[in-house]
């Protein structure tokens, strides 16, 4: 069974720029989380969907946006890009959102804002 | 504020050595705790998921313990080896907004 996949691995994006990040769980799973990894801040939660309904979110502005789609898939926005936006962005998807599920983490984006 | 808390953040072993990584949470009001690691570049792979009626959970040379009372849990890794090296996170899934938050990491070497 394939892994959770992000697309793209690298973007580069310049102060002012959006951004879109997608996702793709694994078949049969049906909720997504998504996670910003800075060196300072470490792994901080930005948000969670599950059957397209965002069901938590993290303290992050609004330019920090996303969805979720019929087939499971997720995409995550940022708008009026930041440097302090530059880090590593994973995907999590679990079966459902219970708390007996194992969240398994795609590879990342690694975006750098310039 | 849940906090979670991972000491130390650097560790250096020689191989075949068994060694214990630290976590400690402030809220003891948990669903569950979960060790992950993750090599450099790369995603986090999912180790032990410790439900918070559990006291320890076992795979292969990893035994993960967890002690709410106290807010604590220890990952044992037995008979070190250099492919153990990795940034080893723990994270807690706290009861009262349902988030998941990650400790910072223990930066795990193991010296061949």
């Known amino acids: 069974k394939a892994g959770v996949t992000q697309t793209p691995r690298y973007l580069i994006k310049t102060r002012g720029q959006q951004v879109t990040l997608s996702c793709s769980p694994i078949?049969?799973?049906?909720?997504v989380s998504w996670y910003q990894q800075t060196p300072g801040q470490g792994l901080q939660f930005l948000f969670e969907y599950f059957s397209e309904t965002q069901r938590n979110k993290g303290n992050f502005p609004g330019r920090f946006s996303g969805r979720q789609f019929s087939n499971s898939r997720s995409e995550m926005n940022v708008s009026t890009l930041e440097l302090g936006d530059s880090a590593l962005y994973l995907c999590?998807?679990?079966?459902?959102?219970?708390?007996?599920?194992?969240?398994?983490f795609g590879p990342g984006t690694r975006l750098t804002v310039l | 504020k849940q906090e979670v808390t991972q000491i130390p953040a650097a560790l250096s072993v020689p191989e075949g050595e068994n060694l214990v990584l630290n976590c400690s949470f402030t809220d003891s009001a948990i669903y569950n705790l979960q060790w992950f690691r993750q090599d450099p570049g790369k995603g986090l792979t999912s180790l032990l998921l410790?439900?918070?009626?559990?006291r320890e959970q076992t795979s292969g040379r990893l035994n993960a313990s967890l002690d709410k009372s106290s807010g604590r849990s220890t990952l044992y890794i037995a008979a070190s080896q250099p492919g153990d090296s990795a940034t080893y996170l723990c994270a807690v899934r706290r009861v009262r907004d349902d988030k998941i938050i990650f400790g910072k990491g223990t930066r795990l070497h193991i010296l061949p």
């Open positions: 410790i439900q918070s009626s559990q």
């Open positions: 999590a998807s679990s079966l459902d959102h219970r708390s007996t599920d194992t969240q398994y």
């Open positions: 078949s049969g799973h049906r909720s």
